[in-house]
């Protein structure tokens, strides 16, 4: 089952997360018939968003919104504090040629320059805090290790991999966020931005161990790493015929009709979980 893991080293210093997506990798990519090349990226998006909200609680939520100027064009994800987690890209097909199967745009071309934003809104809170840091090809990871160091001023380093079948279905794919705690001294931060400095490729143990939690105390070993918390990660999208229904109410007269369709209702499809809902003119408020 894809999840949240959460373990403290034994000095109390460090903060360490993994999070397992490959599940919902392989659903983003069902529901929204997702090409390869945007199922790689997707995939490590959304371990990094899943990372970000290992902090939530309650009733919060964060979303985590990718824009870019390559073929992807960006990506979409939010998050709450129960795991519940959707994404969608804005184009699901970028990145393949359909006329050569064996084609398949590397992952720095196909995001090219861009900026991850991030945006909170705490339980209660009506205004959102948000943070946007620049990122530039395949380094999503850094790009949130960046914004966690700029937005949050915390000391921290992210790591994300995946590995894909041919078919383009991922047989795994997890993040890890490594983040210092007040009171880390810089004798500590060394110490442990140089173990980092060592690790095997993340993708490698993954593969040889199959747990986040072996990989952990496997890794961190010199750290002594105790176990925290646990949180299930599933694909959930809130949409109803209620809020479609809300929305379209807010719009004014003229662009609530150029919304309406050639058979006089109203089509609107939900771009998190692609459910299309009709609305007939007769269910909107007079």
Known sequence: MDGLTGFLTEDGDFRIVVAEVGRLANYLKEIHRFSYPVTDAVSRFVAGAALLSSDLKGKDVIGVYLNCSGPLGGIRTEVNAAGQLKAFALYPRAGVDETDSSYVMPLSQLIGRGTITVSRIMEGGRVPFTGTVEMEGEALAIGFSRYLMDSMQVHSAVLISNFLTADGEAAFCAGMLIQALPGASPEKLRRMENEIEGFPPFSEVLQEVNSAELAVRM????????????????????????KVARVLNSLSPEDLEDARQEDGLFHVNCDYCGTEYVVRPDELRK
Request: charged share 15%; net charge positive.
């Open 219 to 242: 890794l961190f070993s010199n750290f002594k790493p105790q176990y925290l918390f646990s949180r299930p990660l599933i694909f959930h999208c809130s949409c109803s015929k209620e």
